[in-house]
């Protein structure tokens, strides 16, 4: 390179000029640590700026624990977010997605990390996010103790942003589910709040194959565009499951039901010898689902394997326990149904001795 050539290089580049705003995720900082502070629980410190959070698991009354991670996101339901401009809620999505696993294995969640990744930081948007993540955490009455905020422009498109969560929860040792499971045990559905955070790739798909736009009036719900009704976060149902667990000893074991719905999800908590018997008919599905449903031609089997349908959570308990924990769930708010109940398996783990109706 010749001495003219190298003296009019360019010297003065920034690493805002790059994409990058050192300063937008400073402010951003400053704008959560109240809201990171609201999620204080015993055993954690909520200040944040160190490299490393901290929990205490003695200080939250632990004497001999396991601990129980497990991570997640929210998937393409960020894209209804996103383009609605509507982010207070997809952090609840978050924290459910992550507690809700860990409370299925009989963990009492404990604290809870986030990873938001965006092209460029909109400090007012992120704060939202944030928002709803300390809203979700104190839901489960776990702890906010960190997070990273990535500003990775080149990777994402300026608007649009990705988010992960890691919670990590704890039980006394002998006490993890499932337990003791065996034939004769009855299965609880426990309503779910909507579509929560699966299928919504094929939600999307349904809506633009019938020209329909998130801010177009829901059919299915009064009063919301569709983009808001679909939004509503996934239901978190720790503290009423640990609640009943506590008060009646009935719990036997729990799955979660997320992507892949009835029939991948509850095998996962059985043994191979016993089969799950669904009286699909005791459930009244949210309308999103029969809209959904009709709208896209899906058959009923394949949104029982997309959807959750009305049942975000199946708990299987002792056949004689069954009427005091349905009664102990309704009294801590659930809306539970008795679902069916474990037989000796001969084919599939999970059998529909009825189906269920979406209506029109």
């Not at 919670?167 to 006490?175: D, K, L, M, Q």
């Not at 045990?185 to 809506?207: C, E, P, T």
């Amino acid at each position: 390179m010749s001495e003219k050539n190298a003296s009019n290089k360019p010297n003065t580049l920034t690493y805002a000029q790059a994409g990058v705003d050192i300063d937008a995720g400073n402010a951003l900082v400053q704008a959560i640590k109240p809201i990171v502070k609201s999620t204080t629980r015993p055993g954690s410190d909520t200040d944040i700026g160190g490299f490393g959070g901290l929990f205490d698991l003695k200080s939250a009354g632990f004497k001999d624990p396991i601990l129980v991670a497990a991570n997640d996101g929210v998937g393409t339901k960020l894209k209804i977010a996103i383009e609605t401009d509507k982010h207070d809620t997809v952090g609840i999505d978050l924290v459910a997605m992550c507690v809700n696993d860990l409370v299925v294995q009989g963990a009492e969640p404990l604290f809870f990390l986030d990873y938001f990744a965006t092209g460029k930081l909109d400090v007012e948007a992120a704060t939202d996010v944030i928002k709803g993540i300390a809203d979700g955490c104190k839901q489960a009455n776990c702890a906010l103790i960190g997070g990273e905020t990535a500003e990775m422009p080149g990777m994402y498109a300026d608007q649009d942003y990705d988010l992960a969560g890691f919670s990590v929860g704890a039980a006394e040792r002998g006490t993890l589910l499932p337990r003791e499971i065996k034939e004769g045990d009855v299965l609880i559905g426990l309503a779910s709040s909507g579509v929560h955070s699966n299928g919504f790739s094929l939600v999307r798909r349904i809506l633009e194959a019938n020209g329909l736009g998130f801010k177009d009036a829901a059919p299915f719900e009064d009063g919301k565009s569709i983009g808001e009704a679909l939004l509503e976060p996934t239901r978190i149902y720790v503290q009423q499951i640990l609640k009943v667990m506590r008060e009646t000893g009935a719990i036997k074991a729990l799955a979660h039901i997320t992507g892949g719905g009835f029939p991948e999800n509850i095998p996962r908590v059985l043994p191979d010898d016993l089969a799950a018997h669904l009286d699909l008919a005791q459930i009244t599905p949210p309308a999103v689902f029969g809209w959904l449903q009709k709208l896209g031609g899906v058959e009923t089997k394949e949104m029982l394997r997309t959807f959750n349908c009305g049942i975000g959570m199946i708990v299987v308990v002792e056949a004689d326990k069954a009427g005091d924990a349905i009664k102990a769930f309704e009294a801590s708010g659930e809306n539970a149904v008795r679902l069916g109940e474990l037989k000796s398996r001969d084919g599939d783990a999970v059998i529909y001795d009825t189906m269920i109706e979406f209506g029109a």
